[in-house]
């Protein structure tokens, strides 16, 4: 494997540097807004083709690799510009691409891939966790389609969305289901979260879905979900590298020019040992996501090493950015100080698209196998 990234990758990280620069100040300003995103910038990102990021041509899409796609999502979380990407261009439209119907995808995937459309995964469920246990929520058969009767929790940008991806139990297993955010029976809630970003509790209240609007064939929604989350999480895990870095350079930047007791705080040893163990493990962390990504370009299986990246990586975004804090002293614990920006969206990544916990329990059985 090549560590260097190539002349075009290059180039496509200096473009989206740049568009995510020009967006940086919406970042404090979408905290807990509704909406959760700044429509110019989605359309910015549509224009430059990153909406269909890994769709295939022939939906509209720009057919990049993983390892293309790390390179971006590294940028987006160097910035912190929020964005249903993850939640639409990436999970919704990898499961309408490996599950979905030639109808669905028609319908569905050109226009995510132009922005025009918004699709997101209404998945967990109150007080139940990230694995094919935590669906619970009921789809019973009825009339020849489904009623669903339950809640979903934390769900991404759920107010802008023009379809849910709803994982729910039948009789054949988990199945997913593509739902109207505004049909009768849906109630959308807003939650607070540890990173102020924007999420909705959805409440499904004997909602009617056709059986059309089923993805895949029955039983087949988790082995589909599953699937889509192992390039995902590469993803995410690239994101999490370049906030690390991000609050990485904070800190860095703060100990060359807060001084104290007539030098540089960067001077004391045990700063300095922070800063050099902080750097080293957002290094591995991107060779380990790079890693990660040019296999699953080649072909190879990922299942360990996809979420041994995210598990590695959001870790690494949550140690740096709280030595981060530290290292500002009492003015780190402010919300007028990025570094908080940073660590509260390093939990925020560790808490979903499969916890450590989950994270884990993946990796040990792949090794116990």
Known sequence: MDLDLTEEQQMLREAVAGLCADAADTVRALENDPTGYDEGFWSQLAAMG??????????????????????????FGRSLVPSPHFASSVVAAGILQA?????????????????????????????????????????????????????????????????????????????????????????????????SDTQYRVDLDGVRVAAGDRIGGAGTGWDTLHAVMLDAVVLLAAQAVGAAEAAHSLANEYAKVRHQFDKPLGAFQSIGHYLADGITAIDGARVLVHQAAWSRDQGRDIATLAPMAKLFATQTCRDVSSTTIQIHGGMGFTVECDAQL??????????????DAHLEELIAAELLD
Request: no cysteine.
């Open 50 to 75: 990153l909406t269909g990021l890994m769709l295939p041509e022939e939906h509209g899409g720009s057919a990049m690799g993983l390892l293309d796609a790390a390179v971006v999502y590294e940028e």
């Open 99 to 195: 599950g979905g119907s030639t109808a669905q995808q028609a319908e569905w995937l050109p226009r995510i891939a132009d922005g025009e459309a918004i699709v997101v995964p209404a998945w967990l469920e109150p007080d139940n966790g990230t694995g094919p246990d935590g669906v619970q929520l009921p789809a019973v058969a009825d009339g020849g389609g489904f009623v669903l009767n339950g809640a979903k929790r934390h769900v991404p940008f759920a107010s802008s969305a023009d379809r849910l991806v709803v994982p729910a139990r039948t009789d054949a297993g988990i199945d997913l289901f593509l739902v109207d955010p505004a049909a009768d029976g849906v109630t959308l809630t807003q939650q607070l979260t540890v990173a």
């Open 342 to 355: 940073y660590f509260r969206r390093a939990k925020s990544w560790q808490l979903n698209w499969w916890d």
